[in-house]
Structures are given as structure tokens and as C-alpha cells.
């Protein structure tokens, strides 16, 4: 039974799996270097003042949380393209115009930052200002959403479409 309360899917190209698949793998193969250095570092005499040992601890803390991230993020991504949708939501490229302005206008993903390595389009996150205003949105609809800055900014929706990476 559905709550509604499910994020919505990240959908990744193939690419951009393949590429986080490899670097988890080697973040994975890396674990037994770090160690060394740590139990090296741990050597060298008293830890309060072993800079080195705290820095390989700390890079150990980055390497383990970043494996769990990504072990999380390929284990509930789909691969593919996006499903078309009748109204914005992740995985979709999206142009916009600002104010009343049709000539000013952006075109972007909406997505996750791990597929920003796959494209050149600007990629907001639909936890972003932006992308928390147009997510549901369709096209034709204006939106209004308060800039990091503090400014109220309006925008429309001009289209959408299934990002295919």
C-alpha cells in the first residue's frame, strides 16, 4: 500500500550507473590502502598529536560515507530514461521564462547531481528552491519561489521531456 510519502525515483542513464558502479568499486579497493595508512599513522607514537593518523582516520570517515551513498543511490536508482509524464518531475529536462519575460529562459535537469557528470545542461535538484516550485508543474503554469538570496522569483513552465542522458 502506498503512503505518498516515497522520494521519487532517481533515474540514471546507463552511463552515469556505470560510472558511479566504478567508482564505489573503487572506493571498495581503496579500503585496504587506507587501513594500512592508518595502522602506519598509529605507529608512529602518541595519537593526540599524530596529525597524520587523524587525517587518514578522517579520509577513512569521507570514503566510508561516500560508499554508502552510493551502495544506496545504485541500489534504488533506475536505469533507463525517465517515464513521460504529463507533469514535471525528476529525471526530466525542463525550460522555464522568468517574470513575465518569454525571452528569458532556461532549459535544465532536474535530477539527481550524480548525473551532472553526464550532460552539460545546469542540473537543479528537486530539493532546490526551483526545483520544490515546478516539481508537479505542467506546462503553462507559473510559480512563484523565494531565491537563497531572499527575492521572490516567478517562474513558467514552458516544457518538459524525459532526460535521455
Given at each position: ?17 556505470d ?26 607514537g ?14 577513512q ?28 518531475s ?64 516567478k ?11
Amino acid at each position: 500500500m502506498s503512503t505518498g510519502n516515497e522520494a521519487p525515483a532517481t533515474w540514471l542513464s546507463q552511463d552515469a550507473h556505470d560510472r558511479l558502479q566504478a567508482e564505489l568499486d573503487e572506493h571498495i579497493a581503496n579500503r585496504p590502502a587506507i587501513a594500512a595508512e592508518i595502522n602506519a599513522r598509529r605507529e608512529e607514537g602518541d595519537l593526540k598529536e599524530n596529525g597524520g593518523y587523524h587525517a587518514a582516520r578522517e579520509e577513512q570517515g569521507k570514503a566510508e560515507g561516500r560508499i554508502r551513498y552510493l551502495q544506496e543511490l545504485l541500489r534504488t536508482a533506475k536505469v533507463g530514461t525517465a517515464p513521460t509524464a504529463d507533469a514535471v518531475s525528476p529525471g526530466m529536462v525542463v525550460t522555464i521564462y522568468f517574470d513575465d519575460d518569454t525571452n528569458d529562459t532556461e532549459t535544465f535537469l532536474l535530477g539527481s547531481r550524480e548525473i551532472a557528470a553526464t550532460t552539460d545542461l545546469t542540473v537543479y535538484s528537486p530539493e532546490s528552491a526551483l526545483g520544490k516550485a515546478i516539481l508537479g508543474g505542467r506546462a503553462g503554469q507559473t510559480c512563484t519561489y523565494t531565491a537563497p538570496s531572499g527575492a521572490d522569483i516567478k517562474v513558467t513552465v514552458v516544457s518538459f521531456e524525459p532526460f535521455s542522458g
